[in-house]
């Protein structure tokens, strides 16, 4: 079974901004980073990469600048539909923690008629995973999960890297 594929070497990147435009399915992500290059001699170069129609996002923190693993970075495509699953699931659970912890009455969390249990969202997007990919996006800064329908990287110039 493959787990996933390395798409760029993003090894020792340091992840400088991340942009999210929410627009329902229209939403879109972009990430700038600086990475090395692989061969000797070779300088630093600044990417962006651009996530259009982004379904799910989630983010883990390397926290307190903590190096363990750092050096595993990459920016890899996982196949297969489970982890896309998995990625919408936490994303419906997270939601609905989120909802509960604000509210004031004693709502019941597991009631089949409440609203917030309604998987009927989930379900439909399930169904159109295939149009879908699931990207990882590891760096000095932590990991990103983006399930989009399509990436772009740009190797920005001097000129555009220096800028915003």
Not at 52 to 79: Q, R, T, W
Request: aromatic letters at 10%; proline letters at 2%; glycine letters at 8%.
């Amino acid at each position: 079974m493959k787990k996933t594929s390395l798409l760029y070497h993003t090894f020792d990147g340091d992840l400088k901004r991340v942009w999210v435009t929410p627009n329902y399915l229209d939403t879109k992500c972009s990430f700038r980073m600086e990475v090395w290059g692989g061969a000797e001699g070779e300088t630093k170069k600044t990417l962006l990469l651009n996530f259009d129609h982004v379904a799910a996002l989630e983010f883990s923190m390397n926290f307190c600048d903590n190096v363990v693993g750092a050096d595993l970075g990459g920016f890899y495509k996982v196949p297969g539909k489970k982890q896309k699953r998995k990625l919408l699931e936490r994303n419906f659970n997270r939601r609905k923690k989120d909802w509960l912890m604000t509210r004031l009455s004693d709502s019941e969390s597991d009631d089949p008629d409440d609203l917030l249990n309604d998987h009927s969202g989930v379900d439909q997007m399930e169904e159109k995973l295939s149009k879908y990919h699931l990207y990882l996006l590891q760096s000095m800064g932590g990991a990103w999960l983006v399930l989009a329908k399509e990436y772009e990287c740009v190797e920005l110039d001097e000129n555009e890297a220096l800028g915003e």
